[in-house]
Structures are given as C-alpha cells and as structure tokens.
C-alpha cells in the first residue's frame, strides 16, 4: 500500500526539470517572442500533457488496477437447482395410470363402499384401477379400504351432506343448520378415518351443496390436507366444484350417474353414453353404486374396455389433467338414486363411530 501512494505522489508531481503542463500560446501580435520559440513551446506543452496525465485521471487508474476482481459468475449448469415441492397428499395416495396412448379414458367410481359386506366384496374384485368412494360410519372400514388398495383400486371419502326432503344420510352428516365448528369436526372426523383418500366427494348432499358458506368450509379443510375433489352434482347448479375452483383446489365433476335407473338395460345406455362423451372430450367420469344389478353389469363390461378402444383411469388422473367444462345441466335421469329404503338388505345402517 506504501509503495502505491508513493507511485501515485510521483505520478501526481512532476520533477523540477519538467515543463510545464500548459504552455500559453504567445500572443499573435507579440513580437518580442519569434514564431520558432513559440511552436517549440507548443510541443514541450503537448509532450508534457501525454507523459503526465490529469491527476485525478492517475488516481482512478491506480484505484482500478488495485481493486480486486469479483469471483467468475458459476455457468447456469454449475447453479444447484431448487428443490421441488413435495407431491400433494392426493398425488401420494394416487393409483398410477395407464398411459392414454391417443385412447379416451373412463373413470369409474364405485360408491356406497362398505354399506353391505358382500356387495363390497365384489366391487373389489371388479378389475382395476377403480376409485372406490367409501362411507366413513362402517364396520370394519379400515379393513376393507386395506383390500380395495390390495386389489390396485384407489380410496376416496363419501361425505354424508344434507340432502332434500326426509333423506337422513346418517350421524356426522354435514348440515346447513349446524355451527360450523359442528360440521368441521364432523368433517375431520371422517377424513381421519379414511387416510389415504386422495379426495372427497359427496353423499346425497343435494341441500348441503348449494351452501356457499359449507361448501367453502370443506373445500378449506380440503386444501389444508392437500386432497382434492369429485363433485357428484346431487343436485343441478350446485355450487362445490366452482368453489374448489375459485380457491385453486383440485377438483373435478361426474360426467354420468350409470345406475339412477338400476334397470340393466338402462345401466347399459348410460355407459354407451359415457363412451360417447369419452371420444368427444377425451375423458369421462362415470359413477355407479355397490349393488347388485350395477354390478352384474360392471363385472363383464370392465374387462372388455380395452377391446372397445378405452383406457381405465382412476378419478386422481382425471382431476390431474386440465381443467374441463362442467356440464350445462343436469337432467332429472342423471341425478344420483333415491337411498335404499328403511329395511333394504343391501344397505347396512351407518354408525360414524365405526363400530358394529
């Protein structure tokens, strides 16, 4: 550093003997000064000006030279990449998909799961992946949830809500009357018991849907755990699907209800309706229920959709892939079946307690 300022006083002062830095060029009228005395000092002057810089000019210079270069900027491949989030709760629990391979896919969703053993039982064996919406007041749930994963089927939560007329769907139902903190933790409740579902979707819930202020309660705890959503459209112009959208939570809509009328035939016009929908807008979802006559059908169907040009998909690809459009309307045929009236063997009372 000493021997820096010391360069920069002697770049800064010029010795004795030098010239002086600016020559005043003699007058044109003086004639005491000959025009060869007045061109010599000219040239000292200008030699003088290039051999001794400005002062502040040297200083910057010796500054700049001093100063220590910055480190080389790392190439963009050098630079760690950020870490990634980490996959949604409904991603983890998701089946995996088959690949589309240009085909239209079919969802199934089975519901009533759990409400009566044997029709249960054969709705696991049904090929998969199905997606399996199960009632969280079941006996034995946690077992046959852990059978329909065995079998490849994906789980999701059928929410009791509140629905029109004399309809009870069961306790923990989720009601418009009730205090909000009532209906959250009957919500959590039932989400605890169904662990590894990778969304919910209603039961019955035709009053329960056009709530805003209920809906907005679920889709809120919905987001808190990552899951996502299958609007049943209980009821035409419900509100639960626009509101998992406005809040950004995945979510989806059935296309067809297979099995309002539980006649066959009728359960067969309805898949060649869903098949139709499928080749026109790639993908459908259709939702049928854990009862006999569906699932005379379902059981020779399913192992024949590859030969018809479809590719099975659980609802989880579904809500994954972009967003489409939501049925315009809701035909009187389409809405989900009345519940199995008091005394029907193949419905078991639901109990949220989870006990026999």
């Known amino acids: 550093m000493i021997r820096l300022w010391c360069w920069l006083f002697a770049a800064c002062v010029p010795p004795p003997h030098a010239p002086a830095r600016v020559a005043h060029p003699p007058a044109a009228h003086a004639a005491s000064a000959p025009d060869s005395v007045a061109a010599a000092q000219a040239d000292d002057a200008e030699r003088a000006t290039a051999a001794f810089p400005a002062p502040e000019k040297t200083i910057r210079l010796a500054l700049a030279a001093a100063r220590p270069l910055p480190p080389p900027t790392p190439p963009e491949s050098a630079k760690p990449a950020e870490p990634e989030a980490p996959p949604a709760l409904w991603q983890r629990n998701a089946v995996a998909a088959a690949p589309r391979l240009g085909r239209p896919t079919l969802s199934f969703v089975i519901d009533d799961m759990g409400a009566n053993p044997a029709q249960t039982a054969r709705a696991i064996a049904l090929p998969a992946p199905l997606t399996l919406s199960w009632l969280p007041a079941v006996p034995h749930l946690a077992e046959q949830i852990a059978?329909?994963?065995?079998?490849?089927?994906?789980?999701?939560?059928?929410?009791?809500?509140?629905?029109?007329?004399?309809?009870?769907?069961?306790?923990?139902?989720?009601?418009?009357?009730?205090?909000?903190?009532?209906?959250?933790?009957?919500?959590?409740?039932?989400?605890?018991?169904?662990?590894?579902?990778?969304?919910?979707?209603?039961?019955?819930?035709?009053?329960?849907?056009?709530?805003?202020?209920?809906?907005?309660?679920?889709?809120?705890?919905?987001?808190?755990?990552?899951?996502?959503?299958?609007?049943?459209?209980?009821?035409?112009?419900?509100?639960?699907?626009?509101?998992?959208?406005?809040?950004?939570?995945?979510?989806?809509?059935?296309?067809?209800?297979?099995?309002?009328?539980?006649?066959?035939?009728?359960?067969?016009?309805?898949?060649?309706?869903?098949?139709?929908?499928a080749r026109k807008t790639g993908h459908a979802i259709l939702i049928g229920h854990a009862r006999p006559a569906t699932l005379d059908v379902l059981e020779p169907y399913l192992p024949a959709l590859a030969a018809r040009g479809f590719v099975l998909w659980p609802v989880s690809a579904a809500i994954a892939t972009a967003a489409r459009p939501r049925p315009a309307a809701v035909a009187a045929s389409d809405l989900p079946p009345p519940p199995a009236a008091e005394g029907d063997a193949t419905v078991a009372p639901l109990n949220i307690s989870g006990a026999e």
């Not at 205090?179 to 039932?190: D, K, W, Y």
């Open 147 to 277: 059978a329909g994963s065995a079998h490849g089927h994906e789980t999701m939560l059928q929410m009791p809500m509140e629905a029109l007329g004399r309809a009870d769907p069961g306790p923990g139902t989720l009601r418009t009357w009730l205090p909000p903190q009532t209906n959250l933790a009957n919500l959590r409740t039932a989400l605890d018991l169904v662990p590894n579902a990778v969304a919910l979707t209603q039961y019955e819930g035709s009053v329960a849907s056009l709530s805003v202020p209920l809906m907005d309660l679920v889709v809120g705890e919905l987001q808190a755990r990552r899951m996502g959503l299958l609007d049943s459209l209980p009821i035409p112009h419900d509100v639960a699907l626009r509101r998992a959208e406005a809040a950004g939570l995945p979510a989806a809509a059935r296309d067809v209800i297979i099995d309002a009328d539980p006649a066959p035939p009728a359960i067969r016009t309805r898949l060649a309706e869903a098949e139709e929908i």
